[in-house]
């Protein structure tokens, strides 16, 4: 691949403006869960602190099946 | 990515507007699609374009027959021969191309990360939260990385003092020292040899007619049934090592680093499609290898990584055992490079530093080290003497499948973000399949939680 210099500038202007990288990125701005979305997630942490602590078990007393 | 501007050096383009600092690698990326978009219409420099747009798909999904997959792989063949497990890799093969493909265009309409948006619109609480998950599974995968890298290479008689830093160090050069696309390109030459298992099964003589009943229902013998532990310790294993959170986190981190935008969604599908075509030829090529050498072991499902070497060298010889060892490695290395790459993007997103491989070592030390530390515990672990192998490789492809609903979560709220995703968001089909998904990974994973922990209750 051939290196910056060797493009022409004006190809690199071009794809700049084209494609926005001189453009700031759109703030992705911070929203509050709903409660509703905060209690799924909170089940699903439980699951994982639940199943994980099962694998341990399972691990530990060589429970292969 | 920093968010400091500077000009474009004025001898590379005196016209250029300001950018963010770190672009330049990027740019000339783009540069290189873009000559290549705009050139000869032959077939050739259409391969050409073809090849170079491909990488984040194909690398995800060989990176996902990792050295635990082979193992489970080995397992499933030599447990259940030709049955259900085979044309359940076409499922599994399916579902990874639905959960991933939310992860391209996630990265090329926000070209943001997926540990950075959660950071961004959630908060550090479910930012932390999401960033340990990771960190954690990417750890314990990568032990299993390195075991199969060292069995690997005692099959063929090499010393793991020798393979395993050598395989520490490259994946540490490769990662710190190299520019995205160069990186790429080494992953991808070495990802390509997570195929060398496809002629390993050909030359098994497996019983195709076998192979082509399993595919319409025929010969699915699973003793214990369906609900036993056995079956579902198996097809847990079976679909962690489909998918994983890494995954999700890699892909679109690799897809931001790679540069694509919305315009390169359908050859990022395309790259994605290749890497599923591939991971589930993998695969199968495994099951099969493993009915027709495996089946029959006492504790199949139990086999290590030692017990499938030594019973491929009794049924194939010296030669072929030893491609399987180097299949191995390949495996545990590429997932190596992959997983790796993985952890130093999210921890680089959740921090907002310098976070491309682009950026050279010294401007951002922070990115690069904490995901080589974490390798690198995984290396000097797998060197401990006496430690338990076995189980260790099942244990950990079924802890992917716990923590892969919380992940999902997070992935189908940003992909129904409007105001992230606009018309990119996801279609109510696209909703509804990927809720089902999640909720057969729960399915799946309390059935195994209630037959470990009671294990006469279903029945099995």
């Not at chain 1, 990125?25 to 709903?34: A, D, G, Y």
């Not at chain 2, 930012?127 to 990771?134: E, Q, R, V, Y």
Request: proline share 5%; glycine share 10%; aromatic share 10%.
């Amino acid at each position: 691949m051939k290196p910056l210099r060797e493009f022409d500038p004006e190809v690199i202007r071009r794809l700049i403006e084209e494609e926005g990288w001189h453009e700031p990125l759109p703030e992705v701005r911070l929203v509050q869960l709903t409660a509703g979305q905060r209690m799924l997630f909170w089940g699903l942490r439980a699951y994982v602190l639940v199943m994980a602590a099962v694998v341990v078990w399972a691990f530990v007393h060589g429970t292969g099946g | 990515m920093n968010a400091e501007v500077r000009a474009l050096d004025t001898r590379l383009c005196p016209e250029c507007p300001p950018l963010p600092e770190g672009i330049e690698h990027r740019l000339r990326d783009r540069l290189h699609l873009d000559a290549l978009r705009r050139g000869a219409r032959d077939w050739r420099s259409r391969l050409t374009l073809g090849l170079a747009l491909i990488g984040p798909g194909v690398l995800v999904m060989l990176g996902d027959n990792d050295a635990g997959g082979v193992i489970t792989y080995a397992q499933t063949g030599a447990t259940y021969g030709l049955g259900i497990f085979l044309p359940m890799m076409i499922l599994l093969g399916i579902v990874a191309y639905v959960v991933q493909e939310m992860t391209v265009r996630l990265g090329a309409v926000t070209r943001r990360g997926h540990a950075e948006l959660i950071w961004k619109r959630y908060g550090a609480f479910w930012g932390w939260f999401s960033l340990i998950d990771l960190v954690v599974a990417n750890v314990l995968t990568l032990m299993t990385e390195f075991i199969g890298i060292r069995l690997g290479g005692q099959a063929l008689g090499l010393s793991p003092w020798l393979t395993v830093p050598a395989s520490l160090a490259f994946i540490t050069y490769v990662l710190v020292f190299l520019r995205y696309w160069t990186w790429e390109r080494i992953s991808l030459f070495i990802a390509v040899f997570n195929l060398i298992f496809v002629p390993l099964a050909l030359y098994s003589h497996p019983d195709w007619h076998a192979v082509t009943r399993a595919f319409v229902g025929q010969g699915w013998i699973v003793p214990g049934g369906f609900l036993s532990l056995t079956f579902l310790i198996l097809i847990s294993a079976n679909i962690g090592t489909t998918i994983a959170p890494w995954q999700l986190f890699f892909q679109q981190s690799c897809v931001v680093d790679k540069g694509l935008l919305p315009r390169d969604i359908r050859a990022g599908r395309r790259d994605l499609l290749i890497g599923v075509i591939g991971m589930v030829l993998v695969a199968m090529a495994l099951i099969v290898l493993a009915a027709k050498t495996l089946k029959g072991m006492p504790d199949a499902q139990d086999l290590n990584a030692g017990a499938v070497l030594a019973a491929l060298r009794a049924k194939l010889g010296d030669g072929m055992m030893a491609l399987f060892a180097l299949g191995l490695m390949e495996a545990g290395f590429i997932a190596s490079i992959v997983i790796t790459a993985s952890s130093a993007w999210a921890i680089g997103e959740a921090f907002d530093i310098d976070r491309s491989i682009n950026a050279p070592p010294r401007r951002a030390l922070g990115f690069y080290l904490p995901a080589m530390l974490g390798t690198a515990l995984a290396a000097i672990v797998v060197m401990i003497p006496g430690l338990p192998l076995g189980f260790l490789n099942l244990s950990v492809q079924v802890i992917a499948t716990v923590f892969m609903p919380a992940a999902m979560l997070f992935l189908l709220m940003l992909l129904n973000d409007r105001e992230l995703m606009g018309e990119h968001v996801n279609s109510p089909r696209r909703n509804a399949v990927s809720i089902a998904i999640m909720a057969g990974l729960i399915l799946c994973n309390g059935l195994y939680g209630i037959a470990t922990l009671f294990p006469h209750t279903l029945g099995g």
